[in-house]
């Protein structure tokens, strides 16, 4: 199993950037797939989740701003982030989450990360 | 939505010491409930789904328990690799939210 970040950088207040975690190892499409980030010195932060379906969850802070999506077809995850702000600056992990018809696990893998930096 | 709330934040314990961790939910949550490691400057690790259920791979010092609000996990003999934050995570429903996290050191 691997999930490769990418797409992290240095932006500005308010501008926009997009994440990409790159699937291999596993069948994509079976398990949902979510982000977490973790700022500098702390702890983790649940960011959004999606399921095979493409049924998506937010977390209040984020919800409105960034968009969750997947291409099965490209065994890829993104996380569109607009109207970005300083604290948003975080490490963002992207992880896999079985669901099956006995119900569903949590993160069992996940990426190295990629760091996004808000800063004027 | 629901709220984790971690105790201690800071534990400091002996080499061979039994360690507990305690995870509180705002409202109940059945066994819904994970625990991460994360080591200096490394990915999270799980250690604990359902509760109680040891990931494969994990050391069996390790153990949960707990359900509906609240959960404990423990270290039955503290090793000096355990040097670590623990989390504890709800994954009942969205938003997956996550304790505060616990910092373990060695005394």
């Known amino acids: 199993v691997q999930l490769l970040e990418s797409g992290g950088g240095l932006v500005q207040p308010l501008e926009s950037l997009r994440l990409s975690c790159a699937a291999s190892?596993?069948?994509?499409?079976?398990?949902?797939m979510h982000w977490v980030r973790q700022a500098p010195g702390k702890g983790l932060d649940w960011v959004s989740g999606?399921?095979?379906?493409?049924?998506?969850g937010y977390a209040d802070s984020v919800k409105g701003r960034f968009t969750i999506s997947r291409d099965n077809s490209k065994n890829t995850l993104y996380l569109q982030m607009n109207s970005l702000r300083v604290e948003d600056t975080a490490v963002y992990y992207c992880?896999?989450?079985?669901?099956?018809?006995?119900?569903?696990?949590?993160?069992?893998?996940w990426g190295q990360g990629a760091l996004v930096t808000v800063s004027s | 939505d629901i709220q984790m709330t971690q105790s201690p934040s800071s534990l400091s314990a002996s080499v061979g010491d039994r360690v507990t961790i305690t995870c509180r939910a705002s409202?109940?949550?059945?066994?819904?409930l994970a625990w991460y490691q994360q080591k200096p400057g490394k990915v999270p690790k799980l250690l604990i789904y359902?509760?109680?259920t040891l990931q494969s791979g994990v050391p069996s010092r390790f153990s949960g328990s707990g359900s509906g609000t609240d959960f404990t996990l423990t270290i039955s003999s503290l090793q000096p690799e355990d040097v670590a934050t623990y989390y504890c995570?709800?994954?009942?429903?969205?938003?997956?939210?996550f304790g505060q996290g616990t910092k373990l050191e060695i005394k």
């Open positions: 359902a509760a109680s």
């Open positions: 190892g596993f069948t994509f499409s079976s398990y949902a």
């Open positions: 995570q709800k994954y009942n429903s969205a938003p997956h939210t």
């Open positions: 409202q109940g949550i059945s066994n819904y």
């Open positions: 992880a896999r989450r079985y669901c099956s018809g006995d119900g569903c696990y949590p993160l069992d893998y």
């Open positions: 999606i399921g095979g379906d493409g049924g998506a």
